[in-house]
């Protein structure tokens, strides 16, 4: 499991930044512990009798600090159906949304509520929380500010509902040690996610502040039958059908001679 | 017990296919009708994306189908000749159906038009089921037999070309006759995207006089054919089928359709029309109720209706 420190602000893409933050942290004479983020699997494989997983994420930080720890998938683009009301009394959809900037997940977990630990500025830059994933994201067609606030609360329900985000406070496992204190936390990995590479990132702060950041990756992939089915249906869908309409042919035949054999006394 | 779906991209618990399809194949077998306007909001229900439900649904239904027609079959009950009319009407109108969606859809109002569609017809034909059906009842209770009058409707049917008889059905109509009204259900059927064996059974009953118990063999035939093109379809360009669900839903689903056209052959055939027209009539009152209540979501996935 890759363990990354990095200073506030500053994210490890090679070696060489990583042995550049390094030496920053030497050279500052930082007094600090380190940061550790470590999730107990790395690799989530969807199989046939896949029902979610759980993954816990545990790790070392400064003693005193508050930490959140943020599951979420790239970004992307999500478009939905909306709902209004017809001729006053009737519900249909009414058109479509399209949401950019969005992640697909988002599962947010801090030791206290995020709006006592964090500032609305350091919370819009590290997109922590709703209203900074807000702030972010682009919807499409809206008319006000208020009719996009609107329609992105409707879009956490909606992802709440099938349990890709969430943000709860509290969960975190804290036990003191010294001066640095271990962190662990145990988190329902919904089936719903879809395969994907997940980041998780921890946040260690202090008055208010983000001061160090910790990192690793969670890859969801579906593995076996599932993988080949779903490759198939995909990209050979002429074959697909004509497989799935000779296995409902032959089921169907297949049950109505059953029945004929066995319902002779009928 | 649950399983992942690799279309669907969800896991479910295996009883829930399993018993959906038990109980929509037994209405299969019992009334003819493919099922599609209860299983597939069912399938919603549970979590599957409305594409993949409607796509899967069709592929399972080509099971219950299957499996309903041959046990109608064995005892004489699917009038092939019918059905290869219906079928002609039927392919024809579901080509100018999807072309009306397309327009339905460039004007911007196709939702509307398919929620109306949907509830005047369910509305219509199982309010007319429901009152035919208990007025025959009773007729048959106190043995009236009503004197058969020649409507002008009736002179003009017979006066079209074409004319033919169908033994099974026992009844003679214009060839015309089956592949018009095939044609209509097939458009109908295209725009609210269900297989229309509500609409069909009732069209083979009041306006082609079949007998009930060959209406359900018929019905069924056809709607096997419409399945089949449908999820080859679903499959080739949309690739929403899936493989898995389908099974899980046919192994319900061809066992409850053998058990219901076994249970029909006991029940006559006005007993079979009123228990269909309650449940039209109660599907019908649902959309309503989904349409004027308050929906607890605002925003759903795209797809489907």
């Known amino acids: ?266 | 017990m649950y399983l992942y779906l690799p279309v669907a991209l969800t896991s479910i618990n295996v009883f829930i296919p399993v018993g959906l399809g038990l109980a929509v194949g037994l209405l299969s077998g019992l009334f003819g009708v493919g099922g599609g306007f209860l299983m597939t909001p069912l399938l919603i229900m549970f979590g599957i994306p409305s594409t993949v439900a409607a796509a899967t649904d069709s592929n399972q239904i080509v099971a219950a189908s299957t499996s309903g027609t041959y046990a109608h079959w064995k005892v004489g009950n699917v009038d092939f000749k019918m059905g290869f009319y219906l079928l002609a009407g039927g392919f024809a109108g579901g080509l100018f159906g999807v072309q009306a969606i397309k327009v339905l859809n460039a004007m911007g109002n196709a939702d509307f038009v398919i929620k109306m569609t949907y509830v005047f017809m369910l509305g219509i034909v199982g309010t007319y089921m429901f009152i035919e059906s208990l007025g025959s009842m009773k007729k048959k209770h106190t043995e009236i037999a009503a004197p058969a009058k020649e409507s002008g409707m009736a002179r003009f049917l017979k006066a079209l070309p074409l004319q033919t008889h169908f033994e099974k059905s026992g009844v003679s109509h214009s060839a015309l006759l089956p592949i018009f009204f095939g044609g209509l259900v097939g458009i109908l059927a295209a725009i609210m995207g269900v297989g229309g064996g509500f609409l069909m059974v009732p069209v083979m009953v009041y306006i082609l006089r079949m007998p009930m118990h060959v209406v359900v063999g018929t019905s069924l035939f056809q709607i096997l054919f419409n399945c089949i093109e449908v999820t080859f379809l679903q499959s080739y360009t949309n690739h929403n089928v899936d493989f898995i669900l389908a099974v899980l839903l046919l192994l319900g689903s061809t066992l409850g359709a053998q058990v219901g056209a076994l249970f029909g052959r006991k029940l006559r055939g006005e007993q079979l029309k009123i228990i269909l027209a309650v449940i039209v009539l109660a599907v019908t009152v649902k959309i309503v109720l989904d349409l004027t209540l308050s929906p607890s979501l605002l925003l759903v996935q795209g797809g489907g209706h």
């Not at chain 1, 890759?2 to 200073?7: A, D, N, Q, R």
């Not at chain 1, 930082?30 to 994420?57: C, M, P, Q, R, W």
């Not at chain 1, 890709?164 to 010294?178: A, D």
């Not at chain 1, 329902?188 to 202090?206: H, R």
Request: charged letters at 20%; hydrophobic letters at 40%; aromatic letters at 10%.
């Open chain 1, 1 to 266: 499991m890759s363990v990354t420190i990095v200073k506030s602000g500053v994210k490890r893409k090679t070696l060489l930044a990583f042995a550049f933050v390094a030496l920053m942290l030497a050279a500052a004479g930082s007094t600090s512990a380190e940061l550790t983020a470590t999730a107990n699997h790395d690799h989530i494989k969807i199989d046939f009798f896949y029902h979610g997983s759980s993954v816990s994420v545990r790790g070392i930080s400064d003693q005193g600090t508050d930490l959140v720890i943020k599951i979420a998938s790239p970004e992307g683009h999500q478009e939905l159906r909306k709902k209004g009301k017809l001729a006053g009394f009737l519900w249909m959809n009414v058109g479509k949304l399209t949401f950019e900037k969005v992640p697909n997940l988002y599962s947010l977990h801090s030791t206290k509520k995020l709006e006592d630990i964090l500032s609305r500025d350091e919370m819009d830059r590290y997109g922590l929380g709703y209203s900074a994933l807000q702030k972010h994201a682009e919807i499409g067609p809206v008319a006000s500010g208020d009719e996009k606030a609107e329609w992105f609360n409707q879009f956490v329900r909606f992802k709440e509902s099938s349990k890709l985000y969430s943000v709860s406070s509290g969960k975190i496992n804290i036990t003191e040690q010294g001066r640095t204190q271990n962190y662990y936390v145990l988190l329902d990995w919904p089936y719903q996610a879809l395969p994907e590479n997940y980041t998780i990132s921890v946040y260690a702060i202090k008055d208010k502040k983000v001061v160090e950041t910790a990192e690793t990756h969670v890859l969801v992939e579906q593995v076996g039958m599932v993988k080949s089915l779903a490759g198939m249906a995909k990209n050979n869908g002429a074959f697909y059908g004509i497989i799935s309409i000779l296995a409902a042919l032959g089921a169907g035949f297949g049950v109505g001679m059953v029945f004929r054999r066995g319902g002779g006394a009928h």
